[in-house]
RNA sequence: GCCCCGGUGGUGUAGCCCGGUUAGCAUGCGGGCCUGUCGAGCCCGCGACCCGGGUUCAAAUCCCGGCCGGGGCGCCA
């Protein structure tokens, strides 16, 4: 192992052209490849923007260089200064002949699975060696496109007016009931990890009207699906004076935007995952109710009871009919929370909508109760004790606006953007059940 | 939590149905040859049957249990 010094980066591999023909460079990054001719050695070596091949002929480089390209083997971290060398013969015509190596840091063999994809490996294999997994193009293409997602959906909803929030992950009792919270000891109070910044983002509407926060939440359902964590990123979006349609008309743009940076920012990731066909939608998207989908369903052999939750191979006949996305609007206000406004004129369905894309659903939302009495009258009714909530309702004493807003599933966009089918794929370290490691 | 399928060198696999070979291949790692490779090539070597029990002269192979993994479902404001 050798120190760094004073030795910098000065171009990522991808930057070393045919056009920098005798310039002295220096690249940094991981032995990719070896091939090893005798006298002629080529390394390939692999940074976060590609590869470069770094050639050590014998007679041409100091001694000491190729005696260290000899002992490198794949993964070793190194530097390399050298002069570019326009070459046809070379990979993109060009090669790095170096002139020092500096071993920044050896392998420690074996690794757990081969970052040049010459072997496959299972999902299990690459999640527990997920730094090595995260050097081959493919898994690096999905983050590098969460990147820009997120930055798209920020830049939207700057322009749009929201100011980001954050709010606590750590809470003192059950938000809202329904899925099952992770208990944690806080100073020897019980407390618990947020299932959703609900409560929180409504009472901002209050005072900074328009909120949006992208952050974790917790959820401790022993679910076992390719679209479920118990940990995940969700987009959560408050607005105040504002319906179930506003939001939506913002979350369809939004979805539109975000798709468009993407085609435009990330076309050699979409290419890597071979996602060239990913198209803007159009908007806005089609509307359907609930009871519209019943019907569609039953049309198709499915029959399921109004009032019901749409089961997975429900929602699996639904993403065949319909592909792209979509909304399936005024649920049933039993099958929703209790924040969500019932309609004035048939308090049976709510202002409410789900965000699907095929059978997976994205976003859900609506239009929030603002009147408290109302609130605590829902509340009862999904057998929930208004007292435990009384910090929550007394902000409705205060000026609580009308207001509407959503939650987005970022990892469940992901899997729409990127075509692939299992969750954790598209989550750096994902937690499931089974899964608290790495 | 339920159902189905699977577990063989570090990784990915063949063999299992129909029990008996030195458990095959690829990649990797170690050694050797090689000055234009580009998933370099060639030669030599290293390294594996998830755990426990059972059946049998004999188990990677058949049976039972466990653990782990994959898929489906359930659950999921």
Known sequence: MEPLGDWRRTHWSSEITPALDGTTVTVCGWVHRIRD???????????????????????????????????????????????????????????????????????????????????????????????????????????????????????????????????????????????????????????????????????????????????????????????????????????????????MNILERLIAHVFREVKSKCSKELKILNREDLEVPGTPFPRYTYTQVLELLREHGIEIPWGEDLPTPALRKLGEILKGPYFITEWPTESKPFYIKPKDEDPKVSESFDFMWGWLELASGGTRIHNKELLIKRLKEQGLNPKSFEYHLRVFDWGMPPHAGWGLGLARLLMVICNVRNIRECVLFPRDKSRLVP
């Open 37 to 247: 001719l005798g006298r002629l050695v080529f390394i390939v070596l692999r940074d976060r923007e590609g590869v470069v091949q770094i050639t050590i002929p014998k007679d041409k480089v100091p001694e000491h260089t190729f005696e260290k390209a000899k002992k490198l083997i794949r993964e070793d971290v190194i530097a390399v200064r050298g002069k570019v060398r326009f070459y046809e013969k070379a990979p993109n015509n060009v090669e790095i002949i170096a002139n020092e190596i500096r071993i920044l840091n050896k392998v420690s063999p074996p690794l757990p699975l081969d970052p040049a994809g010459d072997v496959d490996a299972d999902l299990d294999t690459r999640l527990n060696a997920r730094i090595i997994d995260l050097r081959r193009p493919q898994t690096f293409a999905i983050f590098r496109i969460n990147h820009i997602v997120l930055q798209s959906i920020r830049e939207f909803l700057t322009n749009e007016g929201f100011i980001e929030v954050n709010t606590p992950k750590i809470i003192a009792t059950a938000t809202e009931g329904g899925t099952a919270l992770f208990p944690v000891s806080y100073f020897g109070r019980q407390a618990f990890l947020a299932q959703s910044p609900q409560l929180y983002k409504e009472e901002l509407t209050a005072a900074l009207e328009k909120v949006f926060e992208i952050g974790p939440v917790f959820r401790a359902e022993e679910h076992n699906t390719t679209r479920h964590l118990c940990e995940l990123v969700m987009v959560d979006l408050e607005c105040a004076f504002a319906t179930a349609d506003d939001v």
